[in-house]
């Protein structure tokens, strides 16, 4: 698959701007703060439907703009789509694939994958649990669409049961709702752990191979999901993990009526890494945590290509200049075979390494 064009109009600090891209690289050079983490985001947003930075739509038009359009131009299984987006102030934003407006973000997954890699991600290894479960549901929600629709029904649930929580003191008739959005979640969330146990036992076979190359085989990778106590086998039937859910939900019943808060669900799940044995997350020194972290972006990448024949379009922000040389040249000789954008704040090698276009970022404006 392949971004073959893009439109912005509106968006962040752009104007009005188009650009033609390479099937194989695109090079986004120029000074910080000139746009080009913002033209990522747009590739990002069209294909997911969310940005990886913004909270809302609001904060991704223009200063002084009322809306915004995003569009591309893509070339996925052997069919072209037009993807646009239109975000508003004042009202709801309306994206449609080849003119027909979508009802929900997993249908952008039937379009075009994105692999997104920032800076912030050579952290994931280090950070807290939620970082490594938004990896994993960034993933699948991409990937598997029905994944992002049991996502969407855990959370409504999980809102609403958070909100009873909070307000019973005042309103002790809220409880009777409880127990129904109890069932919702213990159902959307055997759903959650089926795809999550499935995705990371893939996951850990290829990131090890990634991470055993990369420190030249003196280093193991090991991967495990870690989701609820009470689950014994996160690779069970949907039925079994229901009652397992179930059984966690009632032994902590009390506690969250004490505490107002919802203690217990697959959104407290997380992705335990270790190195030669050890939890890398205390343990593993900084090249070693990067390398893992390295490994999971291109597993991502991998695991894609496996399941459509297509590689996904990887985006490298501002990554490669926070490396060393020994990881960068890692990185540059696993990403070929699918389309690459690259932004850096010097052209520096990359152009002749890799072949494709160079384009120059600055304020807003892009050229080639």
Known sequence: MRIDFLELEGFRNYGREAADFDPRCNVICGENAQGKTNLLEALVYLSRGKSPRARTDREMIGFQEESARLAVRVAS???????????????????????????????????????????????????????????????????????????????????????????????????????????????????????????????????????????????????????????????????????????????????????????????????????????????????QTRTAALALKLAEREIYQNASGEYPVLLLDDVLSELDPKRQEFVLNRIAGGQVFITCCEEDRLPSLLGGKVFHVEQGRIQS
């Open 77 to 287: 299984r052997e069919r072209e789509f037009r993807v646009q987006a239109d975000l508003f102030r004042g009202r709801r934003r309306r994206i449609t694939v080849n003119q027909v407006p979508i009802k929900t973000n997993a249908a952008l997954g039937d379009v075009y994958h994105t692999v997104l890699f920032q800076p912030e991600d050579l952290d994931l290894i280090r950070e807290g649990a939620a970082a490594r479960r938004r990896f994993l549901d960034t993933a699948l929600c991409q990937l598997r669409p029905r994944y992002a629709a049991a996502l969407a029904g855990y959370e409504r649930a999980r809102e609403q049961k958070t909100r009873i929580l909070r307000d019973f003191g005042q309103r002790p008739d809220l409880l009777e709702a409880l127990p129904e959005f109890n069932q919702q979640m213990i159902r959307f969330g055997a759903a959650l752990i089926q795809y999550r146990n499935q995705f990371c036992l893939r996951l850990s076979e290829i990131a090890a191979v990634h991470h055993r190359e990369c420190s030249g085989g003196r280093e193991r990778l090991e991967l495990q999901y870690q989701t609820v106590s009470s689950v014994e086998d996160p690779g069970a039937d949907a039925g079994t993990l229901a009652d397992r859910l179930r059984r966690h939900m009632e032994s902590h019943r009390e506690a969250e009526l004490s505490s107002r808060l919802c203690l217990s669900g697959p959104h407290k799940d997380d992705l335990l890494v270790a190195i030669n044995g050890r939890e890398a997350k205390t343990y593993s020194s900084q090249g």
